[in-house]
């Protein structure tokens, strides 16, 4: 079962790159086409092409199967692994119910999650065209997949404030479309959740009161809230990360586009009410800064084989912690901006040299950013990464 969130390229995946025999496409009716022939099935049809194409050991695809009745997970649990089968999702409802325990499919299909591009290969496929600020920016962004085609290569800044513009009703049924079967009561609830989180409230606590304040749940309680946060996680829309030495989790939105998205539509509700483009540019260029943040943790996390964290005290906070069996590895401060002051570049020194036997790294788009050269902190910038960092992974030497 290839499932996750609309527009991350399932389809295309499946259609273009793994060999099958039947490729069926599940309209909202419930009929069935069939790709290859372009037939047209009742339900009732369908089954017994369906059944006479997995007797003969072919390979089968059914595309948006969550639209077939629900008797049919039953029917396939009761024909058991017979034949090649690969069913495509973008349904929340679906993968939550499948995903479960004690579900007609748990043990049938194994679920393979899209998400949005991997953070080396986008940088990789776009370093011929782009250099420095401009690479590390696209790339950010360029992991959501629908953006791609309508890129021109200019200012990404000047780019993302143009297509939050002109796309927002497109990008809102990016998600909303994976909500239409549940109860209406439930679809605000996600996308409550989904404007806490990219309003800065990342603690199910801070989720739960900001719900509770708009009236989305009858009780302040986040054990309510964690099953619809789970669920969120399980299918990519968020991610969740583990605050270092604590019994908590603070989530962030996978998608930096939606992170946009959700916090214009919070702040001033812009695919309702007509929002002036020159605002919408001055949301991206302050949140731009925390996504590239983003970027860079799962970019490093992948580079050296290490688990992701949060590390939050009072009096210290850091971008960026990579963990191996639990323990602090790596420390990394990201300064995205064109200069750098010597009193930031002594802060950083200052923050990092708290933490003893772990490698540390100031992230920035160029050398000459800096006033100063830091010491005891290896410098990553830009060209370092592309020549250093890409098609290198996992266990990286300290």
Known sequence: MVYGR??????????????????????????????????????????????????????????????????????????????KLILITSTLWLAKRLLGRKKPLLGTVTPVRVSLIDEMEVMEGLRKHLKGRELVEASTYLREVILIPKFTGKNMREFLSDFLFESRIVIKNLVGEIFTEEERKLTNVYEGIMKAVSNGKNVSTEISSFLFSRGLIAKDNPGVVQKYLNTLVEVGILERLKVFDKKKYRYFHASPLLDLHYYLEAKYSYTEVETPKSFIRKVVEQKLPFH???????????????????????????????????????????????????????????????????????????????????????????????????????????
């Open 6 to 83: 609309r527009k991350t390229g399932k389809t295309f995946l499946v259609e273009n790159f793994i060999e099958h025999d039947k490729f069926f496409f599940v309209n909202r009716d419930s009929t069935v086409l069939d790709k290859s022939t372009d037939e047209v099935y009742t339900y009732e049809e369908f089954r017994r092409v369906f059944r006479e194409s997995m007797e003969r050991d072919a390979t089968v695809v059914i595309d948006e199967f969550h639209r077939l009745p629900e008797s049919f997970q039953d029917y396939l649990h009761a024909m058991g692994v017979k034949g």
């Open 292 to 398: 590239v943040e983003q970027y860079f943790r799962n970019f490093m996390s992948k580079y050296f084989g290490m688990q992701p964290a949060v590390f939050q005290e009072k009096d210290l906070e850091v971008d960026i912690l990579l963990l191996k069996f639990k323990k602090p590895k790596v420390v990394v401060e990201v300064k995205w901006k064109d200069k750098v002051s010597e009193t930031e570049v002594k802060s950083v020194e200052r923050k990092l040299q708290r933490f003893e036997g772990c490698k540390k790294i100031l992230v920035v788009p160029s050398r000459s950013s800096l006033e100063r050269i830091p010491e005891s902190v290896e410098v990553w910038d830009v060209d370092y990464i592309v020549k250093n960092c890409l098609k290198k992974r996992g266990n990286r030497k300290l």
